[in-house]
């Protein structure tokens, strides 16, 4: 998922305070936030988000996806071969995100 809107709580039926990343960094800890990172006040996983990869603001190229926390090409990675973590066997390659495919 990319990015997550900010959580609201109130103390107060009549007021709404707004709980953002930025000041409150345990609210992308809690139940059903989209990831444990706080990135330009929005909660992400780095680890899996192509807009935040490994880091806050760090995108990956158009075709690679955030695998780890690290932009790989997916159709030509032996070890997120298709997918994260989808390891082609030894001796067997990657071609258009598939192991063994041969052209």
Same mark, same amino acid.
């Given at each position: 998922m990319v990015g997550g809107s900010?959580? /609201?709580? *109130? #103390?107060?039926?009549?007021? *709404? %305070? !707004? !709980? #953002? @990343? &930025?000041?409150?960094?345990? %609210? =992308?800890r809690s139940s059903g936030s989209p990831g444990p990172d706080c990135c330009r006040k929005q909660c992400v996983d780095v680890t899996a988000d192509g807009v935040n990869c490994g880091e806050c603001g760090k995108k990956c190229r158009y075709g690679d996806k955030c695998c780890g926390g690290s @932009? %790989?090409?997916? !159709?030509? &990675?032996?070890?997120? @071969?298709?997918? =994260?973590?989808s390891r082609?066997? /030894?001796?067997?390659? =990657?071609?258009?995100?598939m192991c063994g495919y041969a052209s």
């Amino acid at each position: 998922m990319v990015g997550g809107s900010p959580e /609201k709580y *109130t #103390t107060n039926p009549r007021a *709404t %305070v !707004m !709980m #953002t @990343c &930025d000041k409150f960094p345990r %609210v =992308c800890r809690s139940s059903g936030s989209p990831g444990p990172d706080c990135c330009r006040k929005q909660c992400v996983d780095v680890t899996a988000d192509g807009v935040n990869c490994g880091e806050c603001g760090k995108k990956c190229r158009y075709g690679d996806k955030c695998c780890g926390g690290s @932009c %790989v090409n997916v !159709m030509y &990675d032996r070890g997120n @071969c298709g997918g =994260c973590r989808s390891r082609c066997a /030894k001796g067997s390659s =990657c071609r258009h995100g598939m192991c063994g495919y041969a052209s």
